[in-house]
């Protein structure tokens, strides 16, 4: 106990401000949807009158979506430039996490094919053409917002924009430090939005629900419920099997071992919350130092197997719900689009929501509508998100680790059996001011500076 006392008032401070403000979102966002949903079930006529909220809050995601794409694919080059000069174990993280996102999204596909979540509500398509009868005041306040950017164009001129800064090599770095500034400002502007989340999910709850009544209610639990089962079943059954496989680990002694950080990650909705803990344990595991320090931070900006759930299924969920579901083609088109996209959805709230609304702006800008229900149970599905991509980042240290031959058997057998505990305070003394820091700039994933 005195060795967690000494983890500095300051670093326990710091924690608990940062828990206290998530909660607050969270616990408001349950309370929006809650009223909506009853505002909506009672009064239907004021429920759909409500609907200006819920737009104008899409309205704001939308503004945020180019520079968001633009920023991120542009320095996400640069990190994958970096990762692979590591030599064998960054470019075989590269590999795995490539190969370990697409085949997620890919699950996400079948299971939401399978399950249908949304079908049936036939809401309203977008039309941004289409003036809605308002209010002249809330007509003027949504004008204000600024209309949205082409999102293709923009992911074209970031690969052009990244792939030449690369070839300019150590010319280029300033720019890409300006980029990563500017990064950084628009995840602020980001976050600031995401607090606007209660009173946006709140009309768009309201509307959906009075415009179609307790079936909205049933399709949100059923998508809520299906993507936990699925990230479970993700989490249990392919990463367990293939630690299994590979390493003969038990995905259930590994997640024993990691309790304290899946509490942490419960508790802020981000995995960002234990980075440097994860660091730590994974070198007391038994994998090397070089190992951790290139596998850790960029799994964090390349390995985001529940996000990649969570795409897919929800951009399934919208186009069910909107009565104009997505055929094969589409569906492919789409998962290829969020492969590169999703990149920029590490760490920081409301970045997963902005992603999956340029997938939709994308490939059938008439989907937006249906993004509103989204952001009435983004929050309820953002824990298993963010535990899915901790536990995918966690299996991914200890194989990498084995097929590189640095890792020692014999130490993760006695720190999993509980014979060789964690402790707290070397983690302190050895991480928070030696290790830390240059494991995370060595790759210099391009989310985890912004995320702070």
């Known amino acids: 106990m005195a060795s967690q006392r000494g983890e500095s008032l300051d670093t326990v401070k710091t924690r608990r401000k940062g828990i206290d403000k998530s909660h607050y979102l969270y616990i408001a966002v349950i309370a929006a949807v809650i009223l909506g949903a009853v505002v909506g079930l009672m009064f239907p006529e004021v429920g759909k009158s409500l609907k200006p909220l819920g737009d104008g809050f899409i309205k704001l995601i939308k503004m945020m ?7 991120t694919i542009v ?16 470019g075989l993280a590269l590999g795995y996490f490539v190969l370990m996102s697409t085949f997620a999204l890919a699950i996400g596909l079948v299971v939401g094919n399978m399950i249908h979540p949304g079908e049936g509500l036939k809401l309203a398509p977008y039309d941004p053409s289409k003036k809605a009868e308002v209010d002249s005041t809330v007509a003027f306040l949504l004008g204000i917002i600024p209309g949205d950017i082409p999102v293709l164009p923009t992911l074209f001129a970031a690969l052009l924009v990244g792939f030449a800064l690369q070839k300019m090599g150590p010319q280029g770095a300033p720019v890409l430090k300006a980029i990563g500034h500017g990064q950084a400002l628009v995840f602020r502007i980001l976050i600031m939005i ?16 009075g415009a179609t009544g307790f079936q909205a209610i049933v399709s949100m639990f059923t998508l809520m419920a299906a993507f936990y089962i699925t990230c479970a079943l993700f989490i ?3 990463l ?3 630690l299994k496989i590979v390493t003969g680990v038990n995905i259930f002694k590994l997640m024993k071992y990691l309790g304290r950080e899946y509490l942490l990650i419960f508790s802020t909705s981000s995995s960002e919350a234990a980075l440097p803990r994860l660091i730590a344990k994974m070198e007391h595991l038994g994998v090397s130092k070089p190992v951790v320090g290139v596998t850790v931070p960029t799994g964090y900006s390349f390995n985001l197997d529940g996000t990649a759930i969570y795409l897919t299924m929800a951009s399934l969920f919208v186009a069910n719900a909107m009565g104009t579901p997505l ?3 589409a569906q492919v088109s789409l998962l290829v689009f969020m492969i590169i996209a999703s990149k920029g959805a590490a760490g920081v709230t409301g970045a997963g929501l902005a992603t999956l609304a340029a997938g939709l702006q994308a490939h059938k800008p008439e989907l937006l509508g249906g993004v509103g229900m989204i952001v009435g149970i983004d929050r309820f599905m953002s824990e298993a998100r963010a535990l899915t991509n901790f536990t995918g980042n966690a299996v991914a240290t200890v194989l990498i680790g084995t097929w590189v031959k640095e890792i020692e058997r014999g130490q ?25 820091e240059p494991a995370a700039t060595e790759t210099e994933a391009p989310r985890v500076p912004a995320a702070v």
């Open 240 to 242: 367990g099997g293939l």
């Open 65 to 71: 979506i180019a520079p968001i794409i633009f920023c």
């Open 412 to 436: 993760v057998d006695q720190v999993l059996s509980g014979k060789l505990p964690f402790d707290e305070q070397t983690m302190i003394a050895g991480h928070g001011h030696g290790h830390t």
């Open 75 to 90: 320095l996400g080059i640069g990190s994958i430039a970096k990762a692979a000069t590591v030599g064998k174990v960054g």
């Open 236 to 238: 249990v059954i392919i």
């Open 327 to 329: 055929d094969l083609g």
């Open 194 to 209: 995401m607090w606007l989340a209660p009173v946006g999910a709140f009309g768009a709850i309201a509307a959906v629900v």
